[in-house]
């Protein structure tokens, strides 16, 4: 960005470089309302990152809330894609509940969707642009990179029992080896399938490693195929020198009734959870109707970088103007006029703020004006 728009703040500079990224890769900007139907989002609350919805009640009686996700809402608004693929960008506030704090608070946050066929070419063109919205904000940000498939046949192999699933997905999430062979100990699962489940949780440098591993322990079609998925991809991404920015995790688990396929969480220095997330979800598409249809998409959440990564570290003004009760207005109107004349940034004040450097001082006394610098 050019010295014109140093009156912006990183996080906004960050934003306008996003959406030149995204419309240079043919992305069009999808803008929406700010509220849906209570029931819309009822019915889908397992795919919401909470499950606490903002509600009020419109003039016709009818229960709103106020929106707390896009992607849902660009799934049911969207237009059916004329040449077989809609590629969509959005910046937009969502309302939910704060992961750091226990409140509702407004989100920005800035994403992609696509919408139709998605092939290997689509699904390297999103990850690569996942990868390469990171490191606007931090040049060595990671993409972390897992497949729902290879941790649902895994799971596959263990059991059938719902409960004990759901709690398998839990204990590969967070990664809780001790925990899980305990649970198989209880439940009297079979030892082959849970000895994979702990060997691919056990921390890997190497991504070259990790695939070799995955293919190694794969025990059903469906592993070997998010495998093979899993290798083209990261094949694709070396050649367009990213790799240094991918980690694969084949641990990783997601929602099946909602996900499928690839699931990226990306994280950037000095903070201390995923400022991004995203993946395939042709799931929901078919949960909302449109059945045979495919999407993957993903999200950066700005509210994770409020802690000081997007803040301005500059003044954000070139020069102050100081000035008192007996400062001539004419010469006060006078020099503004000329400052604006130059394009130079300037606030009036009648006391300087503490802490000032590298800004010009103009002091107006009477109908004079000294120059000076902090």
Do not use: W
């Not at 306008?16 to 990224?21: I, P, V």
């Not at 890997?204 to 322990?217: P, R």
């Not at 998925?229 to 070396?238: D, H, M, P």
């Not at 991918?246 to 641990?251: C, N, Y």
Request: with cysteine.
């Amino acid at each position: 960005m050019t010295d014109k728009f140093n009156f912006l703040y990183n996080d906004e500079i960050t934003v306008l470089k996003l959406r030149r990224l995204y419309e240079n890769h043919g992305f069009k900007k999808f803008r929406m309302g700010k509220f849906e139907s209570y029931d819309f989002y009822a019915g889908n609350k397992d795919f919401l990152v909470g499950n606490r919805i903002i509600t009020f009640t419109d003039l016709n009686g009818k229960l709103m809330a106020l929106k707390p996700d896009v992607t849902l809402s660009i799934v049911k608004n969207a237009d059916e894609p004329s040449n077989g693929r809609q590629k969509l960008y959005y910046t937009e506030n969502v309302y939910r509940e704060s992961k750091d704090v226990h409140e509702f608070k407004e989100i920005f946050q800035v994403g992609l969707e696509v919408l139709g066929d998605i092939d290997l070419f689509e699904t390297v063109e999103i990850i690569s642009l996942a990868i390469k919205s990171l490191t606007e904000i931090d040049k060595d940000a990671v993409l972390e990179i897992s497949h729902i498939g290879y941790t649902e046949g895994l799971i596959d192999c263990i059991s059938s029992d719902e409960s004990v699933k759901k709690e398998l997905h839990r204990l590969l999430l967070s990664k809780n080896p001790h925990d899980l062979i305990k649970l198989a100990e209880d439940n009297s699962l079979p030892k082959n399938p849970v000895n994979t489940a702990v060997e691919i949780m056990k921390p890997v440098t190497a991504n070259e490693e990790t695939i070799l591993t995955a293919e190694e322990h794969a025990l059903n079609v469906k592993m070997q195929e998010a495998v093979t998925e899993i290798k083209s991809i990261y094949a694709c991404l070396k050649k367009l020198g990213l790799e240094n920015h991918v980690k694969i995790d084949l641990s990783a688990a997601g929602d099946p009734g909602y996900y499928n396929g690839i699931l990226m969480q990306g994280y950037v220095h000095g903070i201390p959870r995923n400022i991004l997330s995203g993946g395939r979800y042709d799931m929901l598409m078919s949960k909302m109707g449109k059945k045979g249809a495919h999407a993957m998409g993903f999200a950066i959440y700005f509210d994770a970088l409020d802690r000081g990564l997007h803040k301005k570290e500059k003044q954000n003004t070139d020069a102050y103007i100081l000035y008192g009760g007996d400062s001539d207005i004419d010469t006060l109107i006078s020099l503004t006029k000329s400052l604006d004349g130059q394009n130079v940034s300037y606030t009036a004040v009648t006391s300087l703020p503490e802490g000032l450097t590298g800004v010009k001082v103009y002091i107006i006394s009477g109908g004079n004006v000294k120059e000076g610098a902090l």
